[in-house]
Antibody, heavy 123, light 112 residues
Framework: EVQLVESGGGLVQPGRSLKLSCVAS????????MTWIRQAPGKGLEWVAS????????YYPDSVKGRFTISRDNAKSTLYLQMNSLRSEDTATYYC????????????????WGQGVMVTVSS | DVLMTQTPVSLPVSLGGQVSISCRSS???????????LHWYLQKPGQSPQLLIY???NRFSGVPDRFSGSGSGTDFTLKISRVEPEDLGVYYC?????????FGAGTKLELK
């Protein structure tokens, strides 16, 4: 059974940093790209970051580029999201997802999601 | 960025009924590799989103055949037949043809 378990959320002041983790199990982690998706309270879904299976390439939207860094440790089957210079608009539930591809550089879709972890940015 | 427009925003339904949700994109979702990367998700109250349909019309594992997806180019539809209580929630479309990936704003399926 595929499982994704996020941790590391909490309340943080604007301008500070936070690092999220996602432990994966039930599949061969180093075979899959991984992605973070977020959802602000009462709002829709927003793509945050994606990483290749080796960690060699990463992708971000402009809203977080330069502030957030996605990374992974395949030996630990763990995905990370380092969030710096946090803003109030980063307040959201952050979901870790598995990114399913047809072929290596094809576009993907997110077939399994974690339960999410809440990040609140407020003074 | 590709704008994904979902309609309606709210969709009242009777159990056992049939509904359709529309998702339109501001540009074609046909990728240069020939595939169309349009997908559908359902978020039940208090839960994480779950994948229903991938690449326009492929049902994900375990998804009942009451759910079907269709469309091409910029115009896509999710149909749900014989609606059951567990189908209630917010439906989202996602395009992953173009970076940044973008979601529709959601359609809330609720009981009449």
């Amino acid at each position: 059974e595929v499982q994704l378990v996020e941790s590391g959320g909490g309340l943080v002041q604007p301008g500070r940093s936070l690092k999220l983790s996602c432990v994966a199990s039930g599949f061969t982690f180093n075979n899959y790209w991984m992605t973070w998706i977020r959802q602000a309270p009462g709002k829709g879904l927003e793509w945050v970051a994606s990483i290749t299976n080796t960690g060699g390439s990463t992708y971000y939207p402009d809203s977080v580029k330069g502030r957030f860094t996605i990374s992974r440790d395949n030996a630990k089957s763990t995905l990370y999201l380092q969030m710096n210079s946090l803003r109030s608009e980063d307040t959201a539930t952050y979901y870790c997802t598995r990114d399913r591809k047809i072929y290596y550089y094809s576009r993907g879709y997110f077939d399994y999601w974690g339960q999410g972890v809440m990040v609140t940015v407020s003074s | 960025d590709v704008l994904m427009t979902q309609t309606p925003v709210s969709l009242p339904v009777s159990l056992g009924g049939q509904v359709s949700i529309s998702c339109r994109s501001s540009q074609s979702l046909v990728h240069s590799d020939g595939n169309t990367y349009l997908h559908w998700y359902l978020q039940k109250p208090g839960q994480s989103p779950q994948l229903l349909i991938y690449r326009v019309s492929n049902r994900f594992s375990g998804v009942p055949d009451r759910f079907s997806g269709s469309g091409s180019g910029t115009d896509f539809t999710l149909k749900i037949s014989r609606v059951e209580p567990e189908d209630l929630g917010v439906y989202y479309c996602l395009q992953s043809t173009h970076f940044p990936y973008t979601f529709g704003a959601g359609t809330k399926l609720e009981l009449k």
